[in-house]
């Protein structure tokens, strides 16, 4: 038994481990494209702001990989078992379904305790870190919000869009007012915009002409 656990575990853990930072990855690059890329294109905000917010999103998406992980290692690894006669091998020689399936018990109390922490206490401080970091580049560098050729929707009840942006000034400016459904209520459009970041009211000013 010595061996087939050994056995085992080495493919439960290698498939488990394989999936969880596949799906991971994957997720990752989703949410940085959804979340972090509009950062990729400013010139001012440092890189390590960037790579921090990209490592704060794993927790995030281990929530959902690492029970992704252990569903997949224990259908596959099982299933090729299965496939292989292996299982009816094991049966044959007069070892229970137990002790065959212990393994996959003991790495899913691991993955379990594992998943705990994770949801418990670093996923939630990740997310917190995240958004601190975006309010923190909202008020020491407000203007790196304003993306041109993006639409913007960091703003409550209201998108914008804008054709060009030189320092502080914005062309061919576009801004729809939301309800609360979401549904455009009222469509502006100027020349040219001023951006005035107003750090002593904690506000950000567009004048539009």
């Not at 992704?68 to 299933?79: N, P, Q, Y």
């Not at 020689?93 to 705990?116: D, Q």
Request: hydrophobic share 55%.
């Amino acid at each position: 038994m010595k061996i087939i656990y050994t056995y085992l575990i080495k493919q439960l853990l290698l498939v488990a481990f394989g999936t969880v930072g596949t799906l991971t990855f994957l997720l990752v690059l989703a949410n940085v494209f959804k979340d972090v890329f509009d950062l990729f294109l400013l010139q001012d905000v440092p890189l390590w702001v960037i790579i921090k917010l990209v490592v704060l999103l794993i927790p995030f998406t281990l929530v959902f990989t690492l029970p992704w992980g252990v569903l997949m290692a224990v259908l596959i690894v099982f299933g090729r078992f299965s496939s292989d006669k292996e299982l009816m091998a094991l049966k044959a020689s007069g070892i229970g379904l137990l002790p065959i399936i212990a393994p996959a018990i003991l790495m899913g109390a691991l993955f379990s305790g594992l998943a705990f922490i994770n949801n418990g206490w670093l996923a939630p401080q990740a997310r917190t870190e995240f958004k601190n970091i975006f309010h923190d580049v909202a008020t020491s560098n407000p203007m790196a919000l304003f993306i041109e050729r993006t639409t913007i929707d960091r703003f409550p009840n209201m998108r914008m869009w804008f054709a060009e942006k030189k320092g502080n000034r914005v062309s061919d400016v576009h801004i729809w007012q939301l309800d609360k459904d979401g549904t455009p209520r009222r469509v502006l459009r100027a020349e040219q915009g001023v951006i005035e970041p107003r750090f002593d009211e904690q506000r950000i000013v567009l004048r539009l002409f």
